[in-house]
């Protein structure tokens, strides 16, 4: 009987503990983004329109064991302004997400937002990232005090009757030691666009991959400057079309500045070398999704911008954008609000939350 008293005991015990460890909480946030963005000049490369848009990305789930495991669905509703109910487009959100100080995956279709750092325009251009808020696939991420690690699948394209199988798959990682100036990173990433189901005579399959070694200064503490950040390397493109056998392999010089002091900010990007995307004129974004202006052996890209607005829940972002590529240039105007809140956030709002200021996406 006391053997029986024990057991039942140690049952209680561990239903207890059990419950406890599995503690759960609702979570929920809100995304909402306003895009305007008036392109002007040359429409060698990019069409001279305006985008203006907005966007709602609602989640609701389940976080587990103090949001270490997170279960959320959700969608995504974007809608051009101007057009009534005409051009809007819903996709869905559905994740799992495990974090954890060092650790962090997701599988399913969950935002772009939870990249460590915004992907740079040769790998998605603004016009793509306006318009494709998730990631679809799974992506790991590794983060330690002096930098960090995420590799990800981007499944752009299920194989059907009318659409072509097409996925891309990305490594990107930075090194930099606190306190010290030496920054060392990289990314690499292959674009696969396959055959759809019962494919045209003629139809191939296609390979890009993309290749950025590069090193950098961290020279914010030895400036007035509350960042500054130089960047430079190599840009590398390896194209196949298995329709013939050959090889295009672009390749030139990188480089990237950004500073930003105060409300203030400037973002300079330069490439200049072999022309990145040599299949673009035949295949578009759906292979090489980054700005079309790296068809040209030269571009350069300067941003200078302003925080109108920004704290821990809204940024409000005036930014015009200079494009230089060869025999073409774009003026970009462009006006970006972000305003995101979720269930922690609205717990602390109360509070000052510690200088926290909300990223813009773009």
């Known amino acids: 009987m006391l053997k029986l008293r024990n057991i039942l005991l140690i049952i209680a015990c561990c239903i207890g503990v059990s419950q406890q460890a599995i503690s759960q909480e609702l979570a929920w946030s809100v995304d909402f983004n306003t895009i305007f963005d008036n392109r002007e ?4 490369f990019t069409d001279t329109k305006t985008f203006f848009q907005t966007r709602l990305a609602p ?3 389940i976080s587990l064991k103090g949001n270490s495991h997170r279960i959320a ?19 869905p959100t559905l994740y799992y997400r495990y974090t954890s100080p060092v650790w962090k995956f997701s599988f399913g279709m969950f935002p772009r937002t939870q990249l ?5 325009n040769f790998i998605i251009s603004d016009s793509l990232s306006y318009n494709q808020a998730n990631i679809r696939g799974a992506m790991v991420q590794y983060t330690r005090e002096n930098g960090f690690f995420e590799a990800y699948i981007d499944w752009r394209g299920m194989q059907s009757e009318t659409q072509r199988e097409a996925f891309s798959i990305l490594f990107h990682g930075e090194w930099n030691k606190k306190h010290k100036v030496l920054i060392a990173g990289g990314t690499a990433m292959m674009n696969h666009l396959a055959k759809q189901k019962n494919p045209p005579e003629g139809q191939s399959l296609v390979d890009n991959i993309i290749v950025n070694p590069y090193l950098g200064l961290n020279l914010a503490k030895v400036t007035p400057l509350d960042s500054f950040t130089i960047k ?3 840009l590398l493109s390896i194209n196949r079309d298995r329709s013939y056998d050959k090889w295009d392999i672009p ?3 990188w480089v990237d500045l950004t500073a ?10 330069l490439y200049t070398g072999g022309k990145l995307y040599p299949y673009y004129n035949k295949f578009g974004s759906i292979l090489d999704m980054g700005e079309p202006y790296y068809q040209s052996s030269f571009y350069n890209r300067t941003s200078v911008y302003a925080y109108i607005m920004r704290n821990w829940f809204m940024n409000l972002e005036a930014s015009l954008d200079f494009n230089i590529a060869k025999d073409n240039f774009t003026f970009y105007q462009r006006l970006l ?3 995101f809140i979720d269930q922690n956030g609205w717990k602390d709002r109360k509070n000052s939350h510690k200088g926290e200021r909300l990223r813009n996406l773009y």
């Open 41 to 44: 000049g040359d429409d060698k």
């Open 59 to 61: 989640e609701i789930g």
């Open 73 to 91: 669905a959700g969608a995504v509703w974007t809608q051009p302004i101007g057009s009534e109910w005409n051009g809007y487009k819903i996709s």
């Open 116 to 120: 460590i750092q915004t992907s740079q």
């Open 232 to 234: 430079a390397g190599a």
């Open 251 to 253: 390749c030139g010089l």
């Open 260 to 269: 930003e002091w105060k409300f203030l900010g400037l973002k300079n990007t």
């Open 337 to 339: 609000l972000r305003v």
